[in-house]
């Protein structure tokens, strides 16, 4: 995963002149340029006004960014202010359990959650099985984190915890219910959903305890 696209932005003004020159192709040249204008022009649109997330269509869109870069890319924390929209659009969606790529405490925003449990990954080998996810409930998941990423997590009470690489690609065990920002999956996971996950990670069922 590239971490700062930024890097490779010098190069951009000379794709932009090797790209001007089918302006040159009198016939077919211009009225594709035309084209691939309008279509870049709807594409940015689609994605406004989040277009720190913007990935066009021949990678996916936005909606697979985070299979193409992750980190300053795609999820730096934007997306509070949706996350609680969302929240108050959806009052089913609690109690809420979170784990949130930044040192900004959610709760700053009025969002009420408890911390997301660690999944099974080499870093948390010798924590008691059933203290790891998956777990049943409502979450609400940073995508850097999703894809294998870490860095210090909000920890619900003020405070931060440190992270682990890995610690919740669980999550890909999943599909999301609702993406409120690019940056943010949330999932609402049942008991039998996290028992089958948990069967294929090999930690023990949950026998119905959340």
Not at 2 to 22: E, G, I, Q, S
Not at 46 to 60: I, K, M
Not at 123 to 138: D, K, Q, V, Y
Request: glycine share 10%.
């Amino acid at each position: 995963m590239n971490h700062h696209l930024r890097y490779v932005l010098p190069l951009y003004p000379f794709l932009f002149l090797f790209a001007a020159r089918v302006v040159r192709w009198e016939r077919i040249g211009r009225p594709l340029a035309a084209v691939c204008l309008l279509l870049n022009l709807a594409s940015v649109s689609r994605v406004h006004p989040q277009e720190l997330a913007y990935f066009n269509e021949l990678v996916g869109g936005p909606e697979n960014g985070h299979l193409h870069l992750l980190e300053s890319n795609l999820d730096w924390g934007q997306d509070l202010l949706r996350l609680r929209k969302w929240l108050d659009e959806h009052p089913e969606a609690r109690p809420l359990r979170m784990a949130y790529h930044n040192l900004v405490d959610p709760s700053v925003y009025g969002i009420e959650y408890a911390p997301a449990p660690f999944g099974p990954c080499p870093g948390t080998r010798g924590m008691p099985p059933e203290s790891l996810g998956p777990r049943p409930g409502w979450f609400a998941i940073s995508a850097n984190l999703v894809m294998g990423s870490y860095f210090y997590t909000p920890d619900g009470c003020w405070g931060l915890r440190p992270t682990v690489r890995g610690a919740f690609t669980y999550f890909q065990e999943f599909d999301p219910v609702a993406r409120p920002g690019w940056g943010l999956f949330v999932y609402h996971i049942t008991p039998e959903q996290a028992d089958r996950a948990r069967r294929r990670l090999g930690l023990p069922p949950l026998g119905g305890r959340p």
